[in-house]
């Protein structure tokens, strides 16, 4: 049976009647907040939470462990749960449970990560609005739309603005689908990490630091691989990093489209990325983030990306700007003081014990069928010294992945 | 009429228990949220003291959670006749019908107000054990994990202003309160009751199966003696006298978690142990912080898993500006104390149970990250 619970029904039909925008809640609204909680303590399988148009104010993070609870608001811009007064967290919302739909409302100002969703499979996240409204700022909190350690998950028609860290980030999970989203103004706009079987399609990425990232990170529970990235725009990722360091994305520089640290299987195609001022694509291993070394990171881990297939995408402007001295410096050397970076920077890192006549294994390699755009391997192994244009060794393709099946597939 | 007298004859026995100290017997509740902490009998008011109740066994820890300083009041109870089976490791195997309740209370500064509580871990006065003296405490709330045969189930009660009984508090609460030290130095603070489902981020400590179980209650925190009203004794032991436990080995053979403050303890050992107690229910390889790939139960080697080295993942601006979770021989640029250190929402660990700062903490995990050796070198 499915179970309605009509939730503050009456200011509904008060702003319905009298008002267009929605009605103001006074700062601390302590009652809306307890019979918020009460209802996901007391949700059911089955449960529907309607909160209906309003601007609330919440001291206390939230929290869901019943499986198959749905929470609807009245629209991303009408229904707005604001936590700037937040005493206790560290999330917005958290949920652990499987079923689990969420749409049509805004989560703003949380201390922490905004929506994580922590162990879970069937998770839909649409139409949700995650903002830090200060614009970006290290204060803010860390992560907006993340789903970890789950299995089935839709991620659709949303946006994240001001994360210090991912506003969209899918973490150690399997079978992803993020499509129709906007990020701007976070430090990585939309990150896959860890992650198995990712769709990332028809997505705007723009104004964060870096627009989409695909990366590996030590010591976790899987390594991801089989990421597609397809018919995004992503533009104009400029915005100053400023997440905090040792943080994941501290180490990406200003100015990147896309960015695929030390993943597998990643397909970049079919995608609009201009005018990102380090470099609209780049490719990378751990080792350039400064966090590698043998005590802190599993011996197993390999930091190397492998098997990335780069085609069919429109290029145009950036590269004419990178971030960090050692960046602009290697730009001026090999470029010239008004010249930019090709639209793929590589850091060049390459696992040397699997070279086959000085390139990696088929499986292994970087093929790259996108017309005559350009490719810059800046030699990171040996502090620049050594940077390459030629693109010989990228003339190659790869299987193409097949695409990834939600199943079953959420409800509308 | 044989059957009446009989009933008459049991009623009138029952009376007679109950009478002794004028309680109820224990009321387990099969299922359910009893509005009143007192529908429980299990610790109630009576002349001015918070009494237990015939067959409820206090408890304490060795190395305890902290929580803003709050002190605490640890009771058990089980059914007649049924016992909890021992475990080296895990919490104990307690039958159903199990209630343990946990009282949180401050004692109370002179001529102090109300909500001035003294920051203290002077507990003489208290009176923990045989009872509290309301005169000189502060109650905050009680919880309630009663085992029941759907498992276990975690129940808030909030103390009313008058301390004659506390009121089910699902949602929880939020406290404001004002901690003062010997040297009269206040802090203001809000004491944060979770809510029921709050109370599962540390209870489940396994986050598929999501089932809460008690945290304590296990041989390393329960190996120590206790000061009984009938003198001190082992508490692993009296919980075998008393009939509450099987299978337990003789204390000196079971494990048992150093005593935090216990500086004749080794360092490494009060580290682990306060590490165990106050981070494990969630790092732990199938707790909420799994995710993060640091394990901080007392059981897990001095690696990477425990920090040293280990690149955070996804802890945000929670890193404070730093690379590692633990640099051998430099607290000042490990996370681990930094976000021990912070009261921020988003950045402090742990997230849930506290909202002021453990001084004593911070510089006893300081100390022991300073007297490691070897540094992090990133390799490029």
């Known amino acids: 049976m499915r179970k309605t619970l ?82 206790v967290g560290p999330e917005g919302l958290l949920v652990n449970a499987n079923d689990f739909t969420i749409e049509n409302l805004a989560l703003e100002d949380t201390k922490g990560d905004a929506l994580k969703i922590n162990q879970g499979k069937n998770i839909t996240i649409r139409g949700v609005r995650v903002e830090w409204t200060g614009g970006p700022k290290t204060t803010n909190g860390a992560y907006g739309l993340y789903p970890v350690k789950t299995q089935n998950v839709l991620v659709e028609d949303s946006v994240v603005i001001g994360a210090s860290d991912a506003g969209i980030y899918v973490g150690q999970s399997n079978n992803i689908v993020v499509r129709r989203n906007r990020a701007e103004y976070n430090v990585a706009g939309i990150e896959i990490e860890n992650s198995v079987n990712a769709d990332v399609y028809e997505n705007t990425a723009t104004n964060n630091t870096g627009g989409i990232l695909v990366f590996n990170m030590p010591n976790l529970s899987q390594a991801g691989h089989s990421t ?125 014990k699997k070279l086959v006549d000085g390139l990696p294994p088929a499986e292994d390699r970087f093929c790259i069928q996108n017309g005559d755009v350009g490719v810059l391997n800046a030699d990171g192994p040996h502090d620049y010294k050594n940077p390459s244009t030629d693109t010989k060794a990228y003339q190659c393709t790869l299987p193409k992945l097949p695409p990834v099946v939600l199943d079953p597939e959420p409800k509308a | ?207 598929v199966s999501r089932k809460i179980h008690p945290i304590g209650p296990k041989a390393r925190h329960l190996n120590r003696d206790y000061h009984y009203a009938t003198g001190d004794e082992n508490e692993l032991a009296h919980l075998m006298k008393v009939g509450y436990l099987t299978g337990a080995p003789a204390p000196a053979e079971a494990p048992r978690n150093a005593n935090w403050a216990d500086e004749h303890a080794p360092l490494d050992a009060r580290v682990r142990a306060y590490l165990d107690i106050n981070c494990g229910h969630c790092h732990n390889p199938k707790g909420a912080a799994n995710t993060t790939g640091l394990t901080l139960d007392v059981s897990v080697p001095e690696d990477r898993h425990l920090g040293i080295c280990k690149p955070p993942v996804a802890a945000g601006r929670g890193t404070g500006d730093h690379l590692f979770d633990i640099v051998p021989g430099q607290p000042e640029d490990s996370i681990l104390p930094y976000r021990m250190n912070s009261t921020d929402p988003g950045t402090m660990m742990p997230e849930l149970g506290r909202s002021t700062v453990h001084r004593e903490g911070v510089a006893l995990i300081k100390a022991w990250i300073a007297a490691q050796s070897g540094g992090c070198v990133a390799i490029h």
């Open chain 1, 6 to 87: 009509l939730f503050l029904a009456l200011p509904l039909a008060l702003a319905a009647c009298s008002h267009e925008e929605a009605p103001a809640q006074s700062s601390g609204d302590v009652s809306f907040e307890a019979k918020l909680q009460q209802q996901l303590l007391d949700a059911k399988p089955g449960s529907v939470i309607d909160i209906p148009a309003g601007h609330y104010h919440l001291q206390r993070g939230l929290s869901l462990r019943t499986d198959g609870v749905t929470i609807k608001g009245a629209g991303m811009d009408k229904t707005v749960l604001s936590f700037k007064g937040q005493v």
């Open chain 1, 228 to 352: 597609r990235v397809f018919k995004n725009k992503s533009f104009g990722n400029n915005t100053d990093n400023f997440a905090a360091k040792g943080a994941a994305v501290a180490s990406v520089p200003r100015g990147a489209g896309v960015v695929v640290n030390s993943n597998d299987k990643v397909e970049i195609f079919d995608n609009d990325i201009a005018d990102n001022q380090t470099a609209n694509v780049i490719i990378s291993s751990y080792f350039s983030t400064n966090y590698y070394n043998t005590k802190g990171v599993a011996a197993d881990y390999n930091p190397y990306p492998k098997g990335i297939f780069i085609y069919d995408n429109r290029f145009k402007g950036g590269g004419d700007s990178p971030d960090g001295m050692k960046l602009k410096t290697l730009k001026t050397a090999v470029f010239g003081l008004t010249g930019k970076f090709p639209d793929i920077l590589w850091d060049g890192y390459v696992d040397e």
């Open chain 2, 1 to 207: 009429m044989k059957f009446l007298s009989h009933f008459l004859l049991l009623s009138m026995l029952l009376l007679l228990c109950a009478c002794q100290r004028g309680m109820d017997p224990v009321a387990f509740q099969a299922d359910g949220r009893p509005p009143k902490l007192s529908d429980w009998h299990v610790v109630e008011v009576r002349s001015g003291k918070l009494v237990l109740n015939e067959g409820v066994v206090p408890y304490d820890l060795n190395t305890p959670l902290f929580t803003d300083y709050a002190h605490k009041l640890r009771t058990v109870w089980m059914p007649k006749g049924t016992a909890a089976k021992y475990d080296p490791t895990d919490t104990f195997d307690f039958p159903v019908g199990t209630v343990i309740s946990k009282t949180f209370y401050y004692p109370r500064t002179a001529d102090g107000k109300f909500t001035d509580v003294a920051r203290t871990y002077d507990s003489s006065k208290d009176f923990a054990g045989e009872g509290l003296d309301l005169a000189h405490v502060h109650l905050i709330e009680t919880r309630i994990l009663v085992h029941r045969e759907s498992g276990w189930a975690a129940i808030p009660y909030v103390w009313k202003d008058d301390q004659s009984d506390a009121m089910l508090a699902r949602t929880g609460a939020v406290i404001p309160l004002t901690l003062v030290d010997d040297k009269s130095e206040r802090e203001d603070f809000n004491y944060v009751v979770p809510d029921e489902s709050q109370c599962a981020s540390c209870h489940a400590q396994d986050w």
